[in-house]
């Protein structure tokens, strides 16, 4: 019995809190990538949804079209900043769960061994 407890809290000690950093690791990939971070940063300022309008002959269609590109960025440019703040809200978010479930695995053994204790004793 003492074998299976000792072992136990090697294993919570040692690869159960390694494990639960690599899946803070995982969850911050997974975050990334759910956002599609580094394609939005990659395409940041390009038009939104590629609504391009091409210039005609004049220079009264060319500066329409310089308009509606520059609008089609913005919007773009708007829309992706928005996601992309979101996504940092979410990976603070989880970055503070993540600190949290750090500090608080180790004391999970000894808080079960003094809530045992406290119920037996009264």
Do not use: C
Request: net charge positive; no cysteine.
């Amino acid at each position: 019995m003492v074998m299976i407890i000792i072992e136990i809290l090697t294993w919570w000690y040692r690869q159960g809190w390694m494990q639960v950093a690599k899946n803070t690791e995982q969850r911050f990939f997974k975050v990334s990538h759910l956002f599609s971070v580094p394609i939005l940063v990659r395409t940041l300022f390009a038009p939104w949804r590629r609504i391009i309008t091409y210039p005609g002959a004049s220079i009264d269609a060319k500066l329409r079209a310089m308009g509606d590109n520059m609008v089609s960025r913005v919007v773009g440019f708007s829309v992706r900043a928005l996601v992309l703040f979101s996504a940092g809200v979410m990976l603070l978010l989880s970055s503070i769960v993540a600190g949290i479930q750090l500090i608080v695995w180790p004391l999970i053994p000894p808080a079960a061994i003094v809530t045992l204790i406290k119920g037996i004793v009264g």
